[in-house]
C-alpha cells in the first residue's frame, strides 16, 4: 500500500491538482526504455504519464461491465453443473451401472427418469429400461444390460445430494439467463444479426456483447480487436527468426467462447467457416484450426457491427473457386500419379 501512495503522488501534483486514475497495460510500460528500480518506479512512471508515453487501457462502460458479470458468472455455473453431472456419471460407474455407454446423453429426459428411479430404489433393469423414450427405445436390450448394477444406499445418499446441487445450479443459471436477458435486450437486433452466423446462437453473442461491446469505436481497426482478444499469433522475433508463433493471453473469456464457436461452426454443412477449419486442420492441426476460425468469426463480428452489415456466407466452395487453375493443377497431377492420361475441355455453358 505504501508503493501506491508513493505512485499517485507524481501525478496528483503533475495534472495541476485534479486527480485521474490511468489505467495502463504492464506490458506496455515495461516496454519502454528507462528506470525499472523498485525504488524510483513510481517516478518514472508519472513522468511518462507527463509525456504522454503511456496509452490508457480499454475499460468498459459500467452497463457492459455488470453485463460482463452476468455472463462470466454464468459460464462458471455452466462449468460446475458439467462437474456435478460428471460426479453423477461416476456414482453411477462406481455401482456398475454403464448408462452412459448406451444413452448419448445422461442428462436427457430419458436419463434423468432412469436416475430417478434409482433413488427411489427401484433395482429391476426391465422396468427401468422400459422408462426409455424415442430413438432410445430401440436401445432397450443394450439398456437391461447396462442397468444390471449394484446400488447400494451410499451410492443413494450420493446420487440424491447431486441431484439436489444439479438442480440449485440449474435454477440459478435460468435466474441468470433472464437476467442477462434483459440487460441484452437494447441489442435484440445486433443478436439477431450476429445468429446468422455459423456456429453463433443467442448465447454466443451475448458473450460478444459483454466481451467487446456493441460500440467498436475503442478499437481502430479488426486486427486491434484480434490483438486485444489474443486471437492472433504473437510477434516474438529475434535476428531475423520467429521463436515464438502462440497466440497472445487475451481475454480468456472470449477465447473460450469463440473457441466453441469455432467448433460448432465447423461442424456445419456448405459454409465458409468449415471449409476453412479443415483446411488449416489438415496441415497445422485441429487446435490451430480452432483459433483460425474464432479469429475469422470476431474478424467478421467487427466488421458486422461497424457497418451494421448482415451475414453473408462466401459458401463452402470458396477456396475453390478463389484459384481454379491451382485446384486444376492439383488434381490433373494426382489423375497423372495413379497412371492416366488427362485432357481438359472447357465447358462452354459454364
Known amino acids: 500500500m505504501e508503493s501506491t501512495g508513493v505512485f499517485w503522488k507524481p501525478i496528483f501534483n ?3 491538482n485534479r486527480f485521474t486514475v490511468l489505467l495502463v497495460n504492464a506490458r506496455h510500460l515495461k516496454q519502454v526504455p528507462g528506470r525499472k528500480s523498485d525504488v524510483r518506479d513510481c517516478q518514472w512512471i508519472a513522468q511518462l504519464l507527463q509525456c504522454g508515453l503511456l496509452k490508457g487501457s480499454f475499460i468498459p ?3 457492459q461491465r455488470e453485463l460482463r458479470d452476468l455472463t462470466r458468472h454464468r459460464t462458471q455455473l455452466v462449468e460446475e453443473k458439467t462437474r456435478t453431472i460428471t460426479r453423477i456419471q461416476k456414482v453411477l460407474e462406481d455401482a456398475n451401472i454403464k ?5 448419448t446423453d445422461v442428462m436427457g429426459v430419458s436419463g434423468r427418469a432412469m436416475i430417478q428411479r434409482l433413488m427411489e430404489g427401484e ?3 426391465h422396468k427401468l429400461a422400459d422408462l426409455a423414450q424415442r430413438q432410445l427405445r430401440g436401445k432397450i436390450p443394450e439398456l ?10 451410499h451410492h443413494r445418499f450420493l446420487l440424491k ?3 439436489k446441487e444439479l438442480a440449485q445450479q440449474e435454477e440459478l443459471i435460468a435466474e441468470l439467463d433472464a437476467k442477462i436477458e434483459e440487460h441484452t435486450r437494447p441489442f435484440a437486433a445486433e443478436i439477431g444479426r450476429l445468429d446468422a452466423i455459423p456456429g453463433v446462437d443467442q448465447r454466443v453473442a451475448q458473450v460478444l456483447l459483454a466481451e467487446v461491446g456493441a460500440d467498436i469505436k475503442p478499437f481502430p481497426s479488426d486486427q486491434h480487436l484480434s490483438s486485444w482478444a489474443g486471437m492472433c499469433p504473437g510477434n516474438e522475433e529475434s535476428a531475423g527468426k ?5 497466440i497472445t493471453p487475451g481475454n480468456r473469456w472470449l477465447k ?3 473457441a466453441q464457436a469455432a467448433w460448432a461452426a465447423s461442424r456445419t454443412k456448405n459454409t465458409y467457416l468449415a471449409t476453412q477449419y479443415r483446411r488449416v486442420a489438415g496441415h497445422r492441426g485441429r487446435k490451430r484450426a480452432l483459433i483460425a476460425v474464432g479469429h475469422s468469426m470476431l474478424v467478421i463480428f467487427y466488421h458486422m457491427m461497424s457497418s451494421g452489415a448482415t451475414y453473408a456466407n462466401l459458401g463452402g466452395d470458396f477456396f475453390d473457386r478463389l484459384e481454379p487453375e491451382r485446384l486444376t493443377r492439383y488434381y490433373v497431377k494426382r489423375l497423372e500419379r495413379l497412371g492416366h492420361k488427362v485432357t481438359l475441355e472447357t465447358n462452354i455453358a459454364a
Open 242 to 246: 520467429r521463436r515464438r508463433r502462440r
Open 161 to 163: 445430494l447431486l441431484w
Open 123 to 125: 433395482t429391476d433393469p
Open 144 to 153: 437391461e444390460k447396462a442397468l444390471e448394477g449394484k446400488l447400494t444406499d
Open 14 to 16: 503533475i495534472l495541476e
Open 99 to 103: 448408462l452412459a455407454s448406451v444413452a
Open 61 to 63: 462502460p459500467r452497463p
Open 256 to 258: 473460450k467462447t469463440l
